[in-house]
């Protein structure tokens, strides 16, 4: 008699194997198809990478140049603001030039209308009447050349002391009992003399 149980196969293990490795490629799919998706997702994967970072350096390279043109415009602002600057300082100098220059005709102009300082104090100017001269500090002589000619006559005797010395010349008044008169003196060489 026979009893109804399971029934009893007589498998192989080769014929596992087989069965195993079947029923795998049913799951997994074929091994060409395997790779051909595998393929096809790598190059996938390799052009979207590629299209990120050519997009990204497009980008950049965009951003790039707007900065470059912002950075080339606001030289472009700054050289003309130098230019500006420097236009401005440089007539400022012309008119400064023109000032000094101005400021030494004056002086030279002043020194003619008035050529004696002095000789006493040297720091005012004479001031003739008649044969009189008169300093603000005080000093005042008698003397009969004019202007010119006295500062003549003083330039003589500083030139005349400088042949054998070194030293300034001192002026001063001597009050004699007719007038008063100028002398120049050297306390150095005992040079002394009536201008």
């Not at 795998?24 to 060409?32: A, N, T």
């Not at 996938?44 to 707007?66: E, P, S, Y």
């Not at 500062?151 to 001063?172: D, G, K, M, P, Y």
Request: with cysteine; proline share 3%.
């Amino acid at each position: 008699m026979q009893s109804t149980g399971s029934p009893i196969y007589h498998t192989s293990a080769e014929q596992k194997r087989h069965a195993q490795n079947v029923a795998k490629q049913q799951r997994l799919g074929m091994p060409k198809l395997r790779e051909l998706l595998r393929e096809k997702c790598r190059i996938r994967i390799i052009n979207t990478r590629k299209n990120n970072v050519d997009g990204n350096r497009k980008i950049q390279l965009a951003d790039l140049d707007n900065i470059l043109r912002l950075e080339l415009n606001e030289l472009d602002e700054d050289l003309k603001l130098e230019e500006h600057i420097y236009e401005e300082l440089l007539s400022d100098v012309n008119e400064w030039y023109a000032l000094q220059e101005q400021h030494v005709e004056e002086l030279f102009t002043e020194l003619e209308a008035d050529p004696i300082i002095c000789p006493v104090c040297l720091k005012k100017p004479l001031q003739r009447l008649n044969y009189l001269y008169k300093c603000e500090c005080g000093v005042q002589f008698e003397h009969a050349a004019d202007e010119s000619q006295l500062q003549q006559l003083i330039q003589q005797r500083i030139n005349e002391h400088e042949l054998s010395c070194t030293q300034a010349l001192v002026f001063f008044i001597e009050a004699l009992p007719a007038s008063c008169r100028l002398f120049a003196i050297c306390g150095s060489c005992d040079y002394c003399c009536s201008v």
